[in-house]
């Protein structure tokens, strides 16, 4: 559950990070809309990402991992439409600005995750003879 929490708080982060850095990317209402939305969007990309991949990998492989932005940004898109539907502003202008969204997105996710993440532990080496 604690993984699951700090997951969310990344998603959140990562989508004020494209909403604050890209223009068509815009999210309206209290802070904890943007958190529905980082859930909403965690549940898209669980559910339809692998099957996307699947659907899609010939064009992955074509484009050399090319084509995987646009099903990111397909995936971000659907998320925007979803929380409309749901009451909740969060809009994308167009495609542009949902590429863009979903690259902030994913490289703000990693960086977040980067820095609050705590380091795993090392395996020492075992002595040698």
Same mark, same amino acid.
């Given at each position: 559950?604690?993984?699951? #929490? ?57 484009? #050399? ?65």
């Amino acid at each position: 559950m604690r993984r699951g #929490l700090l997951r969310l708080l990344i998603n959140t982060l990562a989508l004020f990070a494209a909403v604050v850095v890209i223009p068509g990317v815009r999210f309206d209402g209290p802070l904890w809309h943007l958190v529905v939305v980082a859930a909403l969007f965690g549940a898209v990309n669980a559910v339809l990402r692998p099957f996307l991949y699947v659907l899609t990998c010939p064009l992955v492989v074509v484009t #050399l991992g090319g084509f995987a932005l646009v099903v990111n940004a397909a995936l971000f898109a659907l998320t925007a439409r979803l929380a409309g539907t749901f009451g909740i502003g969060f809009t994308i202008s167009g495609f542009w600005a949902a590429l863009g969204g979903a690259l902030v997105t994913s490289v703000a996710a990693v960086l977040v995750a980067l820095l609050i993440t705590p380091e795993p532990a090392r395996v020492r080496d075992a002595p040698r003879a």
